[in-house]
């Protein structure tokens, strides 16, 4: 069983369209996160979720918002998409609250989403 | 955010040791990390250090943690080509936000 999945692998698209890509995790974990690497393998935050409070890094532009259907689910959704947007994003989970006692905080990352916008 | 710095490539020959370094700002890290990136595939955790410990050694990874200087490496003994891909280090705050690295490409010379 995979542990974090995306979908799709791979989208291709034009400029001005909208996209989802869809991310589950059946970890049981209670914090999920979008982090887009660039053409440099550059990696950075774009949002954290926990059922409580969702945290976006303040240089993500607002085409992007993140939807969460339910604790196991944190989908990206992408307005006008722009060339700039093009990027491999990973979704990741984590349990960073005590489990008996211990905080573990590991990240596991999906295979990765890559968006080429046309 | 916090910076995490790493250099961004290394070259090393097969058998020899591999050793990949990263500094960081935030003094309140609780724990720090090292990823492993193949071509084509997701970060996967190779191990990693509680801030309170100064090293911690796995089969051929050791974790070498300086927090004065606020320095973290990873060695690999014995290099092997599969060894070849992207390590990432990365940093949890108390605040439980991830800081990744820039990463460092390792490329293993048979």
């Known amino acids: 069983d995979t542990a974090v999945s995306q979908t799709p692998k791979y989208l291709v698209t034009q400029m001005g369209n909208d996209k989802s890509i869809k991310c589950e995790q059946n970890?049981?974990?209670?914090?999920m996160y979008w982090y887009k690497q660039d053409s440099k393998k550059f990696l950075k935050i774009m949002f954290s979720?926990?059922?409580?409070?969702?945290?976006i890094n303040e240089t993500v532009p607002n085409r992007f918002s993140p939807k969460s259907p339910d604790k196991a689910h944190l989908n990206l959704h992408i307005n006008s998409l722009e060339l700039g947007d093009s990027a491999v994003y990973f979704c990741?989970?984590?349990?960073?609250?005590?489990?008996?006692?211990?905080?573990?905080?590991?990240?596991?990352f999906g295979e990765g989403s890559r968006l080429t916008v046309l | 955010g916090e910076d995490v710095e790493q250099s961004l490539f290394l070259s090393v020959r097969e058998g020899d040791s591999s050793v990949i370094n990263c500094t960081y700002t935030?003094?309140?890290?609780?724990?720090l990390y090292w990823y492993k990136q193949e071509p084509g595939a997701g970060l996967q955790l190779l191990t990693y250090?509680?801030?309170?410990?100064d090293m911690k050694q796995d089969q051929r990874l050791t974790v070498l943690l300086n927090k004065k200087d606020k320095h973290l490496s990873l060695r690999i003994a014995d290099t092997q080509t599969g060894d070849s891909a992207i390590y990432f280090c990365?940093?949890?705050?108390?605040?439980?936000?991830?800081?990744f690295g820039t990463g460092t490409s390792l490329t293993v010379i048979p």
């Open positions: 970890l049981g974990h209670d914090t």
């Open positions: 990365a940093e949890m705050d108390t605040g439980n936000q991830f800081y």
């Open positions: 250090i509680f801030s309170n410990m």
């Open positions: 979720y926990n059922n409580k409070e969702l945290i």
């Open positions: 990741a989970s984590s349990q960073v609250g005590p489990v008996g006692g211990k905080i573990t905080g590991e990240l596991f």
């Open positions: 935030d003094s309140s890290s609780t724990y």
